[in-house]
């Protein structure tokens, strides 16, 4: 029985994003078969961050798994804000290149912000230019930024109803919390984003019909913070020392009283990927509406 209501109560991001990356397998395959090109995405990874190497290394894999062709560009650590620059500017004008992305963090001397207003909005299939984010708040979105979209898509395939819905966001930065703010709001939902100055958070978690949590901090939303029957989006990922992954949530506790909950991993991870070719196949769709 438990393990029943545990499966119930699981929102399945990897089973959700399995399904959404094979029919995206099967819009690439009738292009190809149409004589159009399959999409390419370019990975930048810069240094030797082990997470990152983990993370890019999921995305080639996925790439591989709904023939979306892929170019890693792996640099040295003392790469200059001036090298990658030319990359990305290379790259934006190639035209057998659909998709941009740069794995963060970067080496602290170079100007993140830089480099993401760098790349092409077009092909800013990470969805954090300024341009795509503009157009997010403005309702007319374009390249969404990865993580919240793929929650929003986990959300709807659960049937979950986001509109008038409480909604609690923990965590503000600029390619999680914030745009999964704007989401919300676009979704009809009364949005509350709290960050590290909110003074009074675990009264306005308590309050969460919808709670979503990003702040990278292990297990740290315990389950007593909780409003009965909350739907819970995990989104960290946190490596402990003895190597297990956890999220921002303490899973075991919150499972009790949420009504449904992403699991770490297996949750928001994989819809972010799926999202990523997702955004990638549009960009493609853009190049050739330039070319
Ligand atoms: N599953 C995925 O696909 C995916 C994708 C991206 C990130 N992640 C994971 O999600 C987590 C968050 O990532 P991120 O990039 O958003 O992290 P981040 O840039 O470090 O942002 C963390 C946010 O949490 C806020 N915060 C920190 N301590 C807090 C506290 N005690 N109370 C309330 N708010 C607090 C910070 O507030 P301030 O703004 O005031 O500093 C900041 O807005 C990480 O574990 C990351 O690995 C997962």
């Not at 997470?51 to 790469?79: F, M, W």
């Not at 290149?97 to 990470?126: C, E, F, H, M, N």
């Not at 921002?248 to 297996?266: K, L, M, R």
Request: glycine share 6%.
């Amino acid at each position: 029985v438990e393990k029943w209501f545990m499966k119930h109560k699981l929102l399945d991001g990897k089973a959700l994003s399995n399904e959404l990356m094979s029919s995206l397998s099967d819009t690439v395959k009738l292009r190809v078969s149409l004589g159009k090109s399959a999409p390419c995405l370019a990975i930048i990874m810069v240094g030797n961050v082990e997470a990152s190497r983990v993370y890019v290394k999921n995305k080639i894999v996925a790439c591989k798994n709904s023939g979306v062709h892929n170019v890693l560009y792996d640099l040295p650590e003392q790469t200059s804000t001036k090298e990658l620059l030319n990359l990305i500017k290379e790259l934006n004008f190639n035209e057998s290149i659909s998709g941009i992305i740069v794995q963060l963090p970067l080496p602290k001397w170079i100007d993140t912000d830089l480099v993401i207003k760098a790349i092409s909005a077009y092909k800013d299939v990470d969805g954090f230019h300024p341009y795509n984010l503009g157009r997010l708040i403005q309702r007319i979105p374009l390249l969404r930024p990865c993580t919240p979209y793929g929650i929003i898509q986990l959300l709807k395939a659960y049937k979950i109803n986001l509109k008038g819905k409480n909604s609690v966001i923990v965590g503000a930065s600029n390619i999680v919390g914030r745009p999964m703010a704007i989401e919300l709001l676009n979704n009809g939902s009364t949005v509350t984003v709290c960050h590290r100055f909110t003074q009074n958070l675990k009264e306005l978690v308590k309050q969460a019909e919808l709670l979503v949590v990003a702040v990278g901090k292990p297990q740290f939303v315990k389950g007593s913070w909780l409003k009965k029957d909350a739907i819970v989006i995990d989104v960290g990922i946190n490596r402990l020392e003895n190597g297990s992954i956890v999220g921002d949530v303490d899973f075991s506790e919150a499972v009790e009283i949420a009504q449904y909950i992403t699991p770490v991993p297996g949750g928001v991870g994989p819809m972010t990927i799926a999202a990523l070719l997702q955004n990638t196949l549009l960009a493609q769709s853009l190049l050739e509406e330039t070319l």
